[in-house]
Structure formats: structure tokens, C-alpha cells
């Protein structure tokens, strides 16, 4: 039986059971000739033993123990059937603790080879009772589990120190997919309690939702935000992610969970039912959704959807699965509000009263995140209900700034769409209904921006004449800061490096683009693009573990540090002042956090922005130019003689900065001056 020992792990894995950077380990790896080998993996990315890397560790004195989280999850990692099969193994145990503790507890004491065998008829008896036949988590045979004795057990200690089987599932499955990014399209957490929200809004309260059907299930984040549920529905094509939704979905409530595995739109898993609402992210721009199969399918009740029109087929398919008067939202790309190839089926939807609302978010709310995708809110109409006269339109874009994408307000969001909806309008340049006899012109064109009231750039004539009053007193300030050159006698100076001065202790350097948010976020992050336009930081922390689970710390910015973009061969560096301290670190980003005694910041900033030094300590080798922020030169100068010229490097930055100002302000006049004299509300002078 295999041991824990054949579990690996990567140099990153190594990081946190030892609660440093990688740098340190590859440090490590270079000075220490007893260094753990690989075993595995690339020549680009090792993989180590577990057990000969927590040896060494502890050997060294920089380990006491590897904590239970880091030693489940590496474990998992290395299941001989792969980490997603490991995942369902796992669940089918936590599941078993939540279901029968009991009999958990009498099975544990046995011996590994024994537990082994028994855990499957176990099992198939949870499984079973759970989710019913057919199901889409098979049960483990005793080839599976045997290897997988420790991992099991492990597991359960670690719903003990946790605080249950679900946080325990939930911490292990979020670990897979930060660590798969590219191989899940997930529908954020936020978003999600969005459109859990709005199907409840547009379900009569008579009726409360009790019953939901995601067709396009992926890792269950929709249906898991429905609260309350009696009964869940979900069917994905990768058996995989059926499984692990099923076991996700039962772990978290009480509610029948019934999950099936197969193309929806070919082979529909539940072809008679009628639920309270459907949730769905489905899959977007599909050319062989099933358009030569499914000619004359009986869900096609308002047309025909064309080869390219896939989206639409699952607008129909969630209406053909809900009751009279449910509620469908889904998330689509925004083309499908106006493409000419949709519009019959566009119309016939808002004839017969089934479209109810579209809303269009701001980038950033979903992969792909650079796209505002749309939420359409439809409601099946009954045999006896009149079609309402309007059509909702809301656009939120407006509520986010632009330099503040990756950091959605969303509590604001949702404020915004639930009050719309139900005051049906609101401020028109948000929220408005529209006559649905406006909407069907001959293109049917659907995107909430053709029929919102776009707000003037500049606002009324006195706030017009606000904005030239701080333009007038930006420029009078700006010709005040303009510097005079003063010449000066070239004289040969002793140069030292940024390498050398880290070496002796002059300053630290930092790499920003780890971490993760704490529980309830509040940390922001200092972007490449807020450093490169002087702005606040605008930038989010990816979301990290739950309560008692382990998360990543950030690199957090302090006042007087200094930092430098490392791409794009720019010479840019800005010195982090009172109002941005305690932001976290974002990527591509460097930081240099001098010692008081030794250096001056503003020094520091100002020669690490000449022009020639960043040329010669630039890497011009690939498409991207990258700077090596260690190879920057700048003269050995005593502190007093320092902050001489930092004086004068702070100088030219606020001179910088009151031109940045001037430019937005003079824009912010002029597009205001347009709108206003486009409009009327502004009279030529």
C-alpha cells in the first residue's frame, strides 16, 4: 500500500510549509548540496518529496511541523488518480462524517488494509441515500481507496480543526482551482448572490423559490448561493465537475441535490421538469452546440436559434424547464443583445412577455473579465398572464470608475439592480423601462446603453464653471512649480548599484502579485497602471481561504518606500506617500524600501528614473522589455547631499503631478462644453 511519502510537492508548496518566499527556497537549493532532489515534474518546475522536504525542513530548524491544511492538500495533490479524483474520494468521506458520524467513528479505528475495504459498500449506502439512481458520483472500489486511506483520514482531522466537513471540502476544492485557473471558467461568488437574488425578486412571493435547475453547472457556485432550497438541479458535460458539484452542493445544506453528467442541450438530463428558477453561466460563442441535431426540438418555442445563436438556445432551454411564472437569469455576452441573427427570437421574447430585464454589468464582473456581459432576467409567461407593456434596462458600468475595474463595488451592484427592478426604472441614466412597442424595430437591438440617458462628462453650467475655476488655480499652481534648469559642472561621481545596496543592507527589495484577501477583503492593491498614472490604488486581492483556513500574506507598502514597474521599459518610480502606506503590493511591480539612515527616498526615485539608467539596466530579449531593478545605478552620495536632490526630485514630482491634474480637468471641460451645447443645457457665450 503506498505510503504518505509518495505525495510531492513544488517549490511553491515548500514556501508555505516553511512560511517564506520562493526566492528562499531556490536559495536554498543552490547553497545546500543536501537539498532535497526532484523527483517529478519539469526542469522549470520540480516537483520534491513531501517526506523528504519536511525531513530537511525539519533538520534545518526551519520547520516544527507541516501544518494539517498544507500536509491534506499535498496529499490530495499527489492521489495516484489524479487531484480530482482525490477530490470526490474525499468528499464521499466528508459526506459520511456529516451523514453518519457514528459510523465514521467506528470505521476509523480499524486498521488501514481493513478500512480500505470496507469504506466502498459504506459508501455506496451514503451515495446512495443522498443523491439517489442514477447518480454522477460513482462509488470508489477498493483499489481506489485503499491508497487513498491516509488522505481520507487526514481529511476528517482536518474537518475537525476546520469546523466541519463542508469548510473542509470547500478549503480542498478552492486550493484545485487557484491552482487551475486556466482550466475552470468560474462565476465569482458575488455575481452569483446577484443572480440568486434577481430570480427571487422576479418570482412572485406567492411562489418563493425552492426548486432551481443550473444546466451548465461547472463547480455548482450558482446553485450553492440559492438559499434555502428544497431541491437542486444540476447537469454539466465533464463528469468531473457533476461530481464534485453533487458532493459540493450536499455538503453545503440540506436540500435534495440531483446532479446528471451529458450535454445539455443534446441529451437533457431532465427533460420534464418544472422548477422555480434556473441560474446559468453558460458556455459563450459555441459553433456546435447541437444546431443540426435539434432542428425541431419542442424547446424551441420562440424560433429557431441560428448556428451562431447558441446563447439563445439555453435562453429557450431554461424557460422550457420552468414553471408557469418561474424566473431564469443568465449571465451572456453582450453581442447577443443586438447580433441581426437573433433578432426574431429577440422580438418573439419580448412580444410574448418571457425577456424581462437586461443588465449590463461592468468589465471586470466575470470571465472573460475585459467584457461587460449582460444578466437577462426572463420570467415564463403563463396561459392566463397578460405580457407586461415594458422591458427593464439597467447599465452599472457608470457606478465603477475606470481605473477601478478589478475592484467592483459590489454591494453597490446589487443595491442598484434589485432597487431597479423593483421600482421597475430609477435614475435614467442607470435604470429605465421601456415600452416594449419601442423595442421592436427592426434590429430588436437590446443593449441597456441604447436607451439610457448617457450622464453630460462635465454635469450642469455651474459645475462646468466649478471645473474651470480648479483648471485656472491647477495652472497658475503648475506655472509656479515649473523648474528653471541650472547648469553644472560635469565632475566624475562613484556609482554603486540597487544590487549592492540590498547586499549590504541599504535597502530591502520586494516582489509584489502574491496574496491573498483576507475574510472580508479591505486591502487594495497598488497596480502597475495606478504607479504609471499617479493614481489611488485601485486594485483588488484575489479572493483567499475562508474563516481558519490558510491564506497567503501580501507585500504591503509602506511611506517611504519606493516602486518601480519592472515591464515596458519606462523610467517610472514613485515613492509611496502617507494616503497610499498599508496598500498591498501589486504584479509587476518592484520594491525598494530603503533604510532611513542611509538612503533618501526621493533621491532614490529620482535617479532611478533617468532615462540611460534604465536602458542599461533593461532586458530587451523578448516582445516585453524588463527592467532589472538591481542593476540600476545611482551615485554614492552622503545623506545631507541626498536629500539635497531628493528636494529637488519631490519638486519636479508635484510639478508632475499638477500637470497630470490640469490635463483631466482641461479634458473634463471640454467633453462637458460638448455635451452641454450638444444638449442645451449649456448657451454659446
Not at 488518480?81 to 479505528?109: D, F, S, Y
Not at 458520483?137 to 491516509?150: G, M, N, S, Y
Not at 452599472?396 to 442598484?416: I, Y
Not at 519631490?650 to 479634458?667: I, T, Y
Request: net charge negative; with cysteine; glycine share 10%.
Amino acid at each position: 500500500m503506498p505510503e504518505e511519502s509518495t505525495a510531492e510537492v513544488t517549490a511553491a508548496g515548500i514556501a508555505r510549509l516553511a512560511g517564506v518566499g520562493r526566492a528562499a527556497v531556490s536559495n536554498w537549493r543552490r547553497r545546500h548540496a543536501d537539498f532535497p532532489k526532484p523527483v517529478g515534474g519539469t526542469e522549470t518546475s520540480p516537483s520534491f518529496s513531501l517526506a523528504d522536504v519536511e525531513r530537511w525542513l525539519r533538520d534545518q530548524g526551519k520547520l516544527a511541523e507541516v501544518p494539517l491544511r498544507e500536509r491534506v492538500w499535498q496529499q490530495l495533490a499527489g492521489h495516484p488518480a489524479g487531484t480530482v479524483a482525490g477530490l470526490v474520494h474525499t468528499g464521499c468521506v466528508l459526506l459520511l462524517l456529516r451523514a453518519r458520524p457514528g459510523a465514521w467513528t467506528e470505521l476509523a479505528a480499524l486498521p488501514d488494509d481493513r478500512l480500505g475495504e470496507l469504506l466502498p459498500g459504506v459508501f455506496e449506502e451514503v451515495l446512495t441515500a443522498r443523491f439517489g439512481l442514477p447518480r454522477s458520483v460513482h462509488t470508489p472500489t477498493p483499489a481506489d481507496t485503499l491508497p487513498a486511506v491516509p488522505l481520507l483520514r487526514a481529511a476528517v482531522e482536518l474537518a475537525a480543526e476546520l469546523g466541519g466537513a463542508r469548510q473542509a471540502f470547500e478549503f480542498l476544492l478552492g486550493r484545485h482551482l487557484d491552482a487551475n485557473p486556466r482550466q475552470y471558467t468560474l462565476t465569482p461568488p458575488p455575481l452569483a448572490e446577484l443572480m440568486a437574488a434577481l430570480a427571487a425578486a422576479a418570482t412572485p412571493e406567492a411562489r418563493p423559490v425552492a426548486t432551481v435547475l443550473d444546466p451548465a453547472s461547472g463547480t455548482g457556485s450558482l446553485l450553492r448561493a440559492v438559499p434555502h432550497p428544497t431541491a437542486l438541479y444540476a447537469q454539466d458535460a465533464d463528469p468531473d465537475l457533476a461530481a464534485l458539484t453533487a458532493l459540493r452542493l450536499a455538503l453545503h445544506g440540506d436540500a435534495d441535490v440531483r446532479a446528471a453528467t451529458g450535454d445539455t442541450l443534446r441529451a437533457d438530463a431532465f427533460p420534464t421538469l418544472a422548477v422555480d428558477a434556473v441560474l446559468c453561466h453558460p458556455p459563450f460563442n459555441e459553433r456546435t452546440w447541437g444546431h443540426d441535431e435539434l432542428a425541431y426540438d419542442p424547446r424551441w418555442e420562440y424560433g429557431f436559434p441560428a448556428r451562431t445563436e447558441s446563447e439563445l438556445a439555453w435562453v429557450q432551454h431554461a424557460l422550457a424547464r420552468l414553471r408557469a411564472g418561474g424566473a431564469a437569469v443568465l449571465l451572456m455576452p453582450p453581442a447577443v443583445a443586438s447580433r441581426r441573427s437573433g433578432r426574431r427570437i429577440r422580438a418573439d421574447l419580448l412580444r410574448r412577455g418571457a425577456l424581462r430585464a437586461v443588465v449590463a454589468l461592468p468589465a471586470g464582473a466575470a470571465p472573460p473579465y475585459g467584457i461587460p456581459l449582460h444578466l437577462w432576467v426572463l420570467v415564463r409567461p403563463g396561459a392566463d398572464q397578460r405580457p407586461p407593456a415594458e422591458t427593464l434596462f439597467v447599465d452599472t458600468a457608470g457606478l465603477v470608475p475606470d481605473a477601478g475595474r478589478d475592484r467592483l463595488p459590489w454591494t453597490t451592484l446589487r443595491n442598484t439592480v434589485l432597487d431597479a427592478w423593483a421600482a421597475r426604472g430609477g435614475e435614467e441614466s442607470v435604470a429605465r423601462a421601456v415600452p416594449v412597442i419601442e423595442l421592436l424595430d427592426d434590429e430588436v437591438d437590446l443593449a441597456p446603453a441604447r436607451y439610457l440617458a448617457a450622464p453630460a462628462a462635465g454635469g450642469t453650467a455651474p459645475e462646468l464653471a466649478a471645473v474651470r475655476d480648479r483648471l485656472d488655480e491647477t495652472l497658475r499652481r503648475t506655472q509656479g512649480l515649473t523648474p528653471t534648469p541650472v547648469p553644472a559642472r560635469p565632475a566624475p561621481r562613484p556609482l554603486t548599484t540597487v544590487g549592492e545596496l540590498a547586499r549590504t543592507g541599504a535597502l530591502q527589495l520586494r516582489t509584489g502579485g502574491s496574496g491573498t484577501a483576507p475574510a472580508g477583503g479591505g486591502v487594495p492593491v497598488l497596480t502597475e497602471h495606478d504607479v504609471l498614472s499617479g493614481g489611488a490604488p485601485s486594485g483588488a486581492l484575489p479572493v483567499g481561504a475562508g474563516p481558519g483556513e490558510e491564506r497567503e500574506e501580501p507585500v504591503l507598502v509602506a511611506e517611504g518606500d519606493v516602486v518601480v514597474p519592472v515591464l515596458g521599459g519606462g523610467s517610472v518610480a514613485r515613492v509611496v506617500d502617507a494616503a497610499t502606506a498599508g496598500a498591498a503590493l501589486g504584479r509587476n511591480l518592484q520594491l525598494l524600501r530603503p533604510e532611513p539612515a542611509a538612503l533618501d527616498p526621493w533621491f532614490l526615485a529620482g535617479f532611478l528614473r533617468g532615462t540611460a539608467n534604465n536602458r542599461q539596466a533593461s532586458s530587451f530579449a523578448s516582445t516585453a522589455t524588463r527592467l532589472d531593478v538591481r542593476r540600476l545605478q545611482l551615485p554614492r552620495l552622503p545623506l545631507a547631499d541626498q536629500r539635497r536632490h531628493g528636494a529637488h526630485f519631490k519638486s519636479l514630482a508635484e510639478f508632475e503631478e499638477a500637470l497630470r491634474l490640469a490635463a483631466r480637468l482641461g479634458e473634463q471641460l471640454v467633453q462637458g462644453l460638448y455635451d452641454g451645447l450638444a444638449d442645451g443645457s449649456v448657451e454659446p457665450a
